[in-house]
């Protein structure tokens, strides 16, 4: 239920990205006069027409509803009761953490402060940088704690393309510097958004929470994907086993492989993680080998695609091959560390001729259609499952010559273009 206006209650959010802009909104809607800080003026422009800078239907709809303005002047932040960092948080060449952006926005917040504010990270971060690298930045300005500001971390859950899950209704955790701080923010999110929040015991273990739900994730599909490769070697269609142990009602949780893991969560936080243990003396070995295994899937898939090949006496050079697919998740436009970029990569060495289509990434495709991909093509590579290729059916690959299908995400009905004589692989299957 929308809350009156009301005026003495600022909030800004810094970053109007895949977090930030579904945030920003919700807040607005709830009555806060709500700000969104950016440095892309682009996306600043959009959002005050109430256009999506992104395709999202969830943030179509509730930017219409919100009254959320936009701005790239940081000057708002000066009449901000509540600042929320949704700024992203990368790694660089070496996988190590990025906190550049992170750092430039906290830098903002002092360049323009306001006592009495509470900061509030939702970048995603690993245990102690609340502590070891934003306390200080305060502390160099003079400003203590508790008193002249409160620090409050809540990592951010989104499910981009998710018709149920979204930021106003997934459940949060909170974990703020001092138990004020604590305070400030569980009332905040108890208001702004429509979920349960759970208070954390630190601002330490807030941190970990969500380092931990992606290194989970990254974990478990790396074992699938190391099934993918086994069960290929003993003949087994991992897909139908998985259905098989998933039927147990207790202790499986089911994951699925596939031709690479992508977005800017699961192929990133791990390595946060990793690099914080590191430096306090410890070595995870095994989120390190999930990397290693899920970071190696896009060769796997073209590995798969040649040895495919050979079989009805062709080559991965010269051959037309239509790539299905750019962005890292089904019916989004997000390309963020999509393992499509590693697959074209791999394929292009190997001098293949490929043709590439996305409807939502119109500007990586190479053919305006579907149907101009499926003319071009003499084998279709699947990276992401869109619902918009369900169109492919075998006997319109029959009809278009189109000899093998290699299924990156087991999306197609395997035994219905085997039936049609079309040759099918997909991961594990």
């Known amino acids: 239920m929308v809350r009156k206006k009301n005026k003495s209650s600022v909030v800004t959010v810094i970053g109007i990205g895949y977090v930030g802009l579904p945030l920003a909104a919700v807040i607005s809607r709830k009555g806060y006069e709500t700000y969104g800080l950016d440095l892309n003026k682009k996306a600043v422009d959009l959002v005050n027409k109430k256009i999506s800078p992104f395709k999202d239907e969830f943030v179509k709809k509730v930017l219409k509803e919100s009254s959320l303005k936009a701005t790239t002047d940081a000057k708002v932040l000066l009449k901000s009761d509540t600042i929320i960092v ?10 190590l953490p990025d906190f550049k952006p992170l750092k430039g926005a906290v830098e903002s917040v002092l360049g323009n402060f306001k006592k009495g504010v509470l900061v509030v990270i939702e970048s995603t971060i ?142 990133v936080d791990p390595y946060y993680l990793i690099e914080k243990a590191r430096k306090v003396g410890f ?91 499926l003319t071009k093509a003499e084998v279709l590579l699947l990276v992401t499952a869109h619902k918009d290729f369900k169109a492919i059916t075998p006997k319109i690959c029959k009809q278009k010559g189109i000899k093998l299908v290699i299924d990156g995400r087991n999306f197609f009905d395997k035994e219905a273009f085997l039936k049609e004589g079309i040759r099918y692989k997909g991961i594990g299957r």
């Open 283 to 373: 070595e995870h070995d095994f989120l390190k080998l999930a990397r290693r295994i899920n970071t190696g899937m896009p060769r796997y898939a073209v590995k798969v695609l040649a040895t495919e090949l050979n079989e009805i006496e062709k080559s991965v050079k010269g051959t037309k091959i239509g790539v299905l697919g750019v962005s890292y998740k089904a019916n989004i436009d997000d390309k963020r560390d999509a393992p499509f970029f590693a697959i074209k990569k791999e394929l292009l060495e190997r001098k293949a001729k490929i043709e590439i289509f996305d409807p939502y990434i119109p500007s990586e495709s190479t053919v305006k259609s579907l149907e101009k991909l």
């Open 86 to 95: 949704c700024v992203p948080t990368p790694v660089d060449t070496r996988h």
């Open 126 to 267: 690993n245990p102690g940088v609340c502590d070891e690298i934003i306390l200080p930045m305060f502390d160099k300005k003079g400003l203590k704690v508790g008193k002249d500001f409160f620090l409050a971390h809540c990592p951010e859950r989104i499910n981009p393309g998710d018709a149920k899950w979204n930021v106003s209704n997934i459940p949060r955790c909170v974990g703020g510097v001092t138990n004020k701080c604590l305070k400030k923010a569980l009332n905040f999110y108890k208001s702004a958004i429509d979920a349960k929040i759970t208070p954390m015991k630190s601002i330490k273990e807030a941190e970990a929470t969500k380092t931990i739900e992606n290194a989970f994730r990254d974990v478990n599909i790396a074992f699938v994907n190391e099934l993918a490769k086994s069960f290929d070697k003993m003949g087994i269609d991992l897909d139908d086993v998985i259905k098989g142990a998933a039927t147990k009602p207790f202790a499986f949780m089911p994951h699925y492989p596939g031709c690479g893991v992508g977005g800017h969560c699961i192929p």
